[in-house]
């Protein structure tokens, strides 16, 4: 397919569901009444807006860190999880919040983002003087792991139920309530861990063919991985610092639109990171329109979309096999 037909379709259907994000909720507000004295456009512009801007964002980052990922580990299954640096965000939050007992966006984001960054470093150190991928992989497992069982500990000593409850529930991802004020704290992270990703389209391009190969292009193989390192931690970091842990995003997207784009890793980067909005942005309208007086949390949603995605892509696996 045409890339630029591909991305303008996709751009499109962006601009599309962040219309209907704007108006989809319980209470639904027209189109009509974007333009006059309806006292319901109040909700579009307090609660809606700053919330469609970042599921925009947040969705365009995911999809993006997850098709360079997968890229520069020549691994279809890879997404911002395998760094740790989602795992380690989230440990920051939680951190913030049994530690300091803090309730602030602000506190939140700034600790968990202090985490993501002390991890970044922590994964640059255990991959150091080695600019293949299994070392690089290996890093994030012990990160992802070694984030896991501290923010499982720091909820066990939990001073009381509530603090429990409210830990949980941010862990599992939303973007309820969310306003300008993390708007404001997420969205230069996310474009500057964005745009370091963007620059990792040729090098990608010359993985391919195998590390030695594209050494011999002039690859610098050290500084794709300190880029893919900070690209995907300050993308991923803010994400998670302001919205908790949304998944299965950087996993589907580049899965869906692969077969559009072609083989070239560099040919599905903006193609994702649009994907990854338009993803985004259609599951926290769904949850919204669902059934309750209370919302599915997003990351719930997206691993009920995630998890029969990947059962479908495995049985295609095994019946490929057979045959």
């Known amino acids: 397919m045409n890339r630029l037909f591909l991305n303008l379709s996709l751009l499109l259907l962006v601009a599309l569901l962040f219309a209907a994000s704007l108006m989809a909720g319980k209470a639904w507000v027209p189109f009509d009444a974007w333009f006059s004295a309806d006292p319901r456009w109040w909700i579009i512009a307090e609660l809606r807006f700053p919330r469609a801007i970042l599921g925009t964002a947040i969705g365009a980052a995911l999809g993006l860190s997850g098709a360079v990922l997968q890229g520069y580990l020549r691994n279809p299954l890879a997404d911002p999880a395998v760094l740790g640096i989602s ?4 440990l920051g939050a939680v951190a913030s919040i049994v530690l300091f007992a803090a309730t602030a966006p602000l506190v939140i984001f700034c600790v968990a983002m202090i985490v993501a960054c002390a991890s970044m470093l922590l994964l640059a150190a255990l991959a150091w003087r080695s600019e293949g991928a299994v070392a690089f992989i290996l890093a994030g497992t012990v990160l992802a792991s070694l984030s896991a069982a501290l923010t499982a500990f720091l909820i066990s000593v939990a001073p009381n139920p509530w603090m429990t409850a409210e ?23 996310i474009a500057l861990g964005c745009a370091l990703l963007l620059f990792t389209g040729r090098s990608l391009d010359a993985l391919t063919l195998g590390e030695d190969a594209a050494r011999s292009l002039g690859v610098r193989l050290g500084v794709v991985q300190m880029l893919v390192v900070l690209g995907t931690g300050l993308a ?31 040919a599905l980067l903006l193609p994702s990171a649009l994907g990854g909005a338009a993803l985004v942005l259609a599951a926290d309208s769904l949850v919204r329109l669902s059934p309750g007086a209370s919302e599915v949390r997003l990351g719930i949603a997206m691993a009920l979309i995630g998890t029969p995605f990947f059962f479908v892509l495995l049985l ?5 096999s057979w045959i």
């Open 87 to 90: 795992s380690s965000a989230a």
């Open 167 to 189: 830990i949980i529930d941010w862990l599992m991802g939303a973007l309820t309530d969310r306003s300008f004020g993390e708007v404001q704290l997420a969205l230069p992270f």
């Open 236 to 266: 991923v970091g803010a994400s998670v610092a302001v919205t908790g842990i949304v998944g299965f995003v950087g996993l589907i997207v580049p899965h869906l639109l692969r077969p559009l784009t072609g083989a070239r890793p560099s």
């Open 316 to 320: 295609k696996g095994r019946r490929a």
